[in-house]
T-cell receptor, first 114, second 115 residues
Framework: AQSVAQPEDQVNVAEGNPLTVKCTYSVSGNPYLFWYVQYPNRGLQFLLKYITGDNLVKGSYGFEAEFNKSQTSFHLKKPSALVSDSALYFCAVRAAYGNNRLAFGKGNQVVVIP | DGGITQSPKYLFRKEGQNVTLSCEQNLNHDAMYWYRQDPGQGLRLIYYSQIVNDFQKGDIAEGYSVSREKKESFPLTVTSAQKNPTAFYLC??????????????FGPGTRLTVL
């Protein structure tokens, strides 16, 4: 079964500083990896995905993520955080050969301090 | 949230009552999903459907039922058998997997509270 671990409950960062949200995964075979963001009382918005190819994936709103197969990680990064980046971030994984079912992590609350 | 609508946004239910949450999409997606979100637990899959008139149980299907009579609609019924139904419910859809690896698009959610 596939699973995702997001080890930190909350990430605090000062505005303008780099932001990193950690994600490690477990899956049989090759993974497909996704990051989503959720604002209060809203649905999830897609940020980016890794399927194959370049380990550094660029997504929406200046976010990027680095796939590391040996460490089974897919950390989300942003070089300079904005106050508007304060939200709940979810990492998700599915197996490359299988149905579309995603396994989600429990989420990380990001707080960007002005 | 564009393309997927959920209604109502807030729903209150008395214990012992069944309620139905609506999910409609105009994205022409084949697959649709229902998730439950509880604080600190992430999203858990209730049911999913990859094609009309077919659906499969997810990880926490007990106390829930679904139907998929039309491609654009995937209503979820929370029955009285669900012991702890208070949660935020999210509907999602995606293009069929045979068309490539496609992300899921989410609706705005329905917050269900049992009184």
């Amino acid at each position: 079964a596939q699973s995702v671990a997001q080890p930190e409950d909350q990430v605090n960062v000062a505005e303008g500083n780099p932001l990193t949200v950690k994600c490690t995964y477990s899956v049989s075979g090759n993974p497909y990896l996704f990051w989503y963001v959720q604002y209060p009382n809203r649905g999830l918005q897609f940020l980016l995905k890794y399927i194959t190819g370049d380990n550094l994936v660029k997504g929406s709103y200046g976010f990027e993520a680095e796939f590391n197969k040996s460490q089974t990680s897919f950390h989300l990064k942003k070089p300079s955080a904005l106050v508007s980046d304060s939200a709940l971030y979810f990492c998700a994984v599915r197996a490359a050969y299988g149905n579309n079912r995603l396994a989600f992590g429990k989420g990380n609350q990001v707080v960007v301090i002005p | 949230d564009g393309g997927i609508t959920q209604s109502p946004k807030y729903l209150f239910r008395k214990e012992g009552q069944n309620v139905t949450l609506s999910c409609e999409q105009n994205l022409n997606h084949d697959a649709m999903y229902w998730y439950r979100q509880d604080p600190g637990q992430g999203l858990r899959l209730i049911y999913y459907s990859q094609i009309v008139n077919d659906f499969q149980k997810g990880d926490i299907a007990e106390g829930y039922s679904v139907s998929r009579e039309k491609k654009e609609s995937f209503p979820l019924t929370v029955t009285s058998a669900q012991k702890n139904p208070t949660a935020f419910y999210l509907c999602a859809s995606s293009i069929d997997r045979l068309a490539g690896v496609n992300e899921q698009f989410f609706g705005p959610g329905t917050r269900l509270t049992v009184l």
